[in-house]
């Protein structure tokens, strides 16, 4: 088993305040190069939130340990999934037709180059992962 990693990335603001909130324990990213193992880390490294450009990682408010990660298509989110992802459509009480429609909107919304739109079907990463204490501001 290899050490575990601490890996800076980024989220909006919604994906996290629904972190924080404890709501979103899931996150999809799209797949750059399918022979590459997964960007976002695997089982035990941990995923710090990179606010600001030159924010260091001692200053992140959000800190997650990764669960479990898989490859699938984006649209193939699960009603489960949907829910993982925290509610970033902030639409709480929509069914779950309407939750995916809102959250192919809102993945719209976050993804703009060429490929990685909801209608394009991209292959995406999805990390499973649950929030760690942060460490004590210096």
């Known amino acids: 088993m290899s050490t575990p990693r601490e890996i800076a ?33 695997e089982p035990g490294d941990r995923l710090w939130l990179r606010e600001t450009t030159e924010m260091t990682r001692e200053r992140a408010r959000v800190v997650v340990e990764v669960e479990g990660v898989r490859r699938e298509p984006l649209q193939a989110i699960s009603d489960q999934d ?10 709480p009480f929509a069914d779950a037709e309407e939750r995916r429609q809102l959250f192919a909107s ?32 210096r």
């Open 9 to 41: 990335v980024t989220f909006t603001d919604a994906c996290a305040q629904s972190i924080l909130a404890g709501r979103k324990t899931q996150a999809r990213r799209v797949v750059r190069d399918p022979a590459e193992a997964c960007p976002f880390g």
């Open 82 to 91: 949907l829910a993982a992802e925290g509610d970033v459509t902030r639409e």
């Open 106 to 137: 809102w993945w719209n919304g976050v993804h703009h180059r060429p490929g990685t739109k909801w209608a394009d079907a991209p292959e995406v990463w999805v990390v499973r992962f649950q929030p760690v204490a942060p460490p004590a501001f």
